[in-house]
């Protein structure tokens, strides 16, 4: 059973940054996909950035040049870094997995597994 457990949400200004966390464990595929997605008050959930397990990543636009994702070494720790944050940004973010090829990798209906959350709130 895959568990995932975000950390490092909080308050900042605009123009400000924070390190999203995600331990992951129970997982030992050696092809998976894991991402960052995030939802506002009264809109969809939307995809902000993926990683497979080669090290391919992508970004939805409105990230680009802001935000970075990676894991550690171990593979067991999935990361967003997240500069020059907006207004706009502000939402409860998760962390999700893809450990089962299901057509495609990386698409948002493809994650299996989910973490609970964690809430990131950008003040202008």
């Known amino acids: 059973q895959v568990q995932l457990a975000e950390s490092g949400g909080g308050s900042v200004q605009s123009g400000g940054s924070l390190r999203l966390s995600c331990a992951a464990s129970?997982?030992?595929?050696?092809?998976?996909?894991m991402g960052w997605f995030r939802q506002a008050p009264g809109k969809e959930r939307e995809g902000v950035a993926t990683?497979?397990?080669?090290?391919?990543?992508s970004y939805a636009n409105s990230v680009k040049g802001r935000f970075t994702i990676f894991q550690d070494n171990t593979k067991n720790t999935l990361w967003l870094e997240m500069n020059s944050l907006k207004p706009v940004d502000t939402a409860m973010y998760y962390c999700?997995?893809?450990?089962?090829?299901?057509?495609?990798?990386?698409?948002?209906?493809?994650?299996?597994?989910w973490g609970q959350g964690t809430q990131v709130t950008v003040s202008s």
């Open positions: 999700a997995a893809q450990v089962e090829y299901s057509g495609s990798w990386c698409g948002m209906e493809d994650f299996g597994y």
């Open positions: 129970g997982y030992t595929n050696s092809w998976y996909c």
């Open positions: 990683i497979e397990s080669d090290g391919t990543t």
